[in-house]
């Protein structure tokens, strides 16, 4: 072998290693179109770590697709025991697995096929028991945007009941086809109690801890062919696998799943000892790159936060902070959000004043804590007065406040922490006024949409720049806005835009809003908001506040 074959080997190598270093398990970069509970077409790449598994009987057979599967890292997919595990005589199919798929009957550029080399079935496997099993891949898949692994929740304690989760497949439609295009529908959680009565006849002697049971009245469930696929639930920031759909009661005369029954899933939590055996070397992708220094700090302020007993957030959205800035005898109220112990970030054009190009004296009131002044005020400095382009300024206050449990700094997005295509939550502190009690107001109705639309409401000082990444353009669509417009527009002015990790009770701040403009006509219409990407503008953020030293590690 020469010098040049060894090079390009090693290149090969290095870029299985480190080509998926951008993506997260469990984040996806689709996911535009708003998830409703009926059965549903998704987009291409909606749900990126769901597979397509192909299966034949002997060499010369074509792969026929047969179940589902869920992508959890670059060489392992979980699926249903008995999609993989023929009766008699007792070997395996040959299995072929498509990641990124949309269209059954297509394979486009996105498609990536792997072949299996080692099939797991749990050791306890028998029908409607322990229905679960690992697929290893002779080849690494690599990650893209249509191929991401979903997360493993780590959790034995989170209550399922009347969570609600979400499946995906091809499986068979009401007109007794198998589905082309990839469809998706909500389930939720019920009881086993609640399951049991439901078909005593069917489940009373395959309930137990295990498992649970989770369905759609409304119409819409899992049918044949959506086997071994599985069930996502959003943690606020991620989206975590808590099920493999099992089997559900089946219809002889429509030769369909019943759609009015519930169906039964498998609880994967109770085989992850079994499953991290069998991945071994290969284990979940650790995080071994360089953290920031916003990332450490942080980390520094999860150890404030509480939980209920049943697992939910006690102190969410405890950064928001309200800076009230004065210049004789007016006042501007503007939203903001607490990065640590004595620094705040808000909107520049809130706190200059544009025709002197001054700051305004400012002050931010802490329910928790008091009131304290701000000693120094600096806006980006690539930021003009009367521009919407890098509107954000960080504030310094007068002393170092003691952070507890009810005043928690929030954490800053980065490349690798920011998630624009799931739950995104707004929050601003508003009065009806200046001496009238603060009131935190939270919107969840909100998403990423296109720069086109932006550009369609466009002024001179909204995208009139060669790059569009240094803001977000989103789509409101929350109808008391319409009613409240005076009070909710003055008031929102730098409001805050997050994700929420349920699992650390901590927000992610991934923009804060510098301007909004209704459109549309009524009973539709909606605000476009922009807003500042935290970001594209985190190193001068982190260089101005920590100056390359973290207080956590």
């Keep these: 072998m020469n010098q040049r ?12 290693q480190f080509s998926d270093t951008s993506y997260q398990c469990g984040i996806r970069l689709h996911g535009l179109r708003p998830l409703i509970k009926d059965g549903w077409q998704v ?25 589902g599967g869920t992508l959890i890292n670059e060489k392992h997919t979980l699926t249903a025991a008995h999609c993989v595990k023929r009766k008699r005589p007792p070997f395996f199919y040959e299995i072929e697995l ?35 099993a690992v697929l290893v891949m002779r080849l690494p898949v690599e990650y893209s945007d249509t191929v991401i692994p979903i997360c493993l929740d780590q959790r034995m304690d989170l209550a399922l009941q009347e969570l609600e989760g979400w499946v995906t497949g091809w499986g068979m439609t009401e007109n007794g086809t198998i589905s082309d295009v990839l469809r998706t529908v909500s389930l939720s959680v019920v009881s086993h109690l609640t399951c049991l009565q439901d078909d005593p006849n069917l489940f009373s002697n395959c309930l137990n801890e295990k498992v649970f049971c989770a369905g759609n009245k409304k119409g819409g469930s899992p049918g044949p062919g959506d086997s071994g696929g599985g069930m996502y639930i959003s943690d606020g920031d991620r989206w975590q696998l808590r099920g493999i759909i099992s089997f559900g009661k089946f219809n002889e005369l429509k030769k369909s799943v019943d759609a009015s029954k519930y169906i039964v899933f498998v609880n994967i939590q109770w085989y992850l000892s079994w499953v991290k055996e069998i991945l071994g070397e290969s284990e979940l992708r650790l995080d071994k790159r360089q953290k920031r220094i916003s990332e450490l700090e942080c980390e520094r302020f999860q150890t404030l936060t509480r939980k209920r007993p049943n697992g ?32 705040v970030i808000t909107t520049c054009s809130c706190l200059r004043n544009a025709v002197y190009a001054k700051y305004l004296s400012a002050k931010v009131p802490f329910d ?23 509107d954000l300024a960080i504030l310094k206050l007068n002393e170092t406040i003691l952070l507890s449990n009810t005043l928690i700094p929030a954490c800053l997005a ?26 935190l107001v939270e919107l969840n109705e909100n998403r990423i949409s296109l720069y086109e639309n932006c550009h369609l409401l466009r002024r001179p000082d909204w995208f009139n720049r060669s790059d569009l990444i240094g803001e977000l353009c989103v789509k409101s669509t929350y109808k008391l806005r319409y009613n409240d417009y005076v009070e909710l527009s003055y008031n929102s002015h730098g409001a805050v835009l997050q994700t929420t990790d349920r699992r650390s009770c901590m927000s992610t701040v991934v923009g804060l809003k510098v301007q909004n403009r209704g459109s549309g006509e009524y009973p539709n219409r909606y605000w476009m908001e922009i807003y500042a990407r935290i970001t594209y503008n985190l190193d001068w953020i982190e260089q101005s506040i920590w100056d390359g030293q973290s207080k956590g590690k």
């Design 368 to 390: 928790s804590y008091g009131e304290v002044a701000v000693s120094e005020m600096a806006c980006h400095p690539k930021h003009a007065d009367d521009s919407l382009r890098y």
């Design 43 to 67: 987009e291409e790449g909606q749900w990126p770590w769901h597979v397509a598994v192909f299966n034949r009987l002997k060499s010369t057979d074509q792969f026929k697709y047969g179940c």
């Design 312 to 343: 939910d957030c006690l102190n969410i959205y405890m950064h928001n902070v309200m800076v009230i800035a004065t210049h004789y005898s007016s006042k501007n109220w503007c939203n903001g959000v607490l990065v640590d112990e004595s620094h």
């Design 98 to 132: 498509h990641f990124g798929q949309h269209n059954l009957s297509k394979l486009s550029d996105n498609v990536v096929v792997r072949d299996v080399s080692e099939i797991h079935v749990h050791p306890e496997y028998e029908p409607n028991k322990n229905d679960i």
């Design 5 to 16: 074959e060894c090079f390009l080997i090693l290149c090969f190598l290095c870029s299985i």
């Design 414 to 439: 980065n490349n690798w922490t920011e998630n624009l295509n799931d739950i995104l939550v707004q929050t601003f502190y508003t009065t009806q006024s200046f001496d009238d009690q603060m009131s």
